[in-house]
């Protein structure tokens, strides 16, 4: 099992596309943290549809994208090292029986394992780029704690408040209902992945939210990720601010 994928590796477009939260997949060794793999599948284990999202993106404008290779539930690659929630016991009410009481030398092997090659191949990726908009594709679920969330779209950002609402505009014009740093705002530091990478080179850096309602199936997801490769044209037709 690969920590990371690298897609397009050789483009170098105005588009840089990662995606932290691609996959649901636990290593052998760690025997599924202990619970079963309809959990898994859901949305403690994963963004559901964003991995399908991304890759219709990187297709659409022939662009790089870099996908995490392991579940959130083994290390979160959109979580600061020091972060409380970095590797959870608990997530939406499920306990994580195999994250009960890690020590630290086990902590070590997955930052070293897991975390440390997404984030630096992104940085090898980004390298190579004089300009490019960085763009993290995410996807949340339609209700959390009995709540239900009534929107399509979440745009995230903390800098690059123009190019957001261009986009935001954008992805309302077609057809999508949106919301500004909701469900999850990056004023908070929630886009900690695309921020960090972003600043560190220099980059305009959006995250995207999108309700995975939409994305359950493939021919959904595709249809969601056209839509949203027309919106972001609007953003790419000029610098970000």
Partial sequence: MLPVEVLNPNRGGPLVLTCEHASCAIPLEYDDLGLDTEEIREHIGWDIGARAVTEALATAFDATAVLSGVSRLVIDCNRDLADHDLIVT????????????????????????????????????????RDALLFSVHSFTPKLNGRPRRFDAGVLFDEHAAAAERFGQALADAGFKVRYNEPYSGLDGLIFSARTHGQRHGLCYLELELNNGLLREAAAAQAVADRVATALRHVMERPCD
């Fill in 90 to 129: 608990e997530s939406h009410g499920v306990r994580i029986p195999g994250n009960d009481g890690i020590d630290a030398a086990e902590r070590q092997r997955r930052i070293r394992d897991f975390y440390q090659p997404y984030h630096e191949t992104i940085d090898a990726v980004l390298g190579k780029q």
